[in-house]
Nanobody
């Protein structure tokens, strides 16, 4: 079992930055691939970034060059650094821990609002 808690969301002006954190408790955090997803009002949930257990990263085209995902396995935490934020980045951001065998865990989400 893995429990995930996101934090770091809030209200920011366009062009600003936020760093989201996903803190995990439970066993074997380091062997999970970790995803950040987001869901805007009236839209489907979409994958934003992933960092694998081996440290490989990948990003949605809409955030490439602006967002950076990283992990600190010693702290059982994954981060999403978001720079040059745009109003279209407004969404609830969710952390997801996944590994083969039906191990799929979600946090409760954190709201990010980009507005002047």
């Amino acid at each position: 079992q893995v429990q995930l808690v996101e934090s770091g969301g809030g209200l920011v002006q366009p062009g600003g930055s936020l760093r989201l954190s996903c803190a995990a408790s439970g066993s074997s955090f380091s062997i999970y691939d970790i995803y950040w997803y987001r869901q805007a009002p009236g839209k489907q949930r979409e994958s934003v970034a992933i960092i694998t257990s081996g440290g490989t990263t990948n990003y949605a085209d809409s955030v490439k060059g602006r967002f950076t995902i990283s992990r600190d396995n010693a702290k059982n935490t994954v981060y999403l650094q978001m720079n040059s934020l745009k109003p279209e980045d407004t969404a609830v951001y969710y952390c997801n821990a996944w590994r083969r065998g039906g191990h799929d865990y979600w946090g409760q989400g954190t709201q990010v609002t980009v507005s002047s």
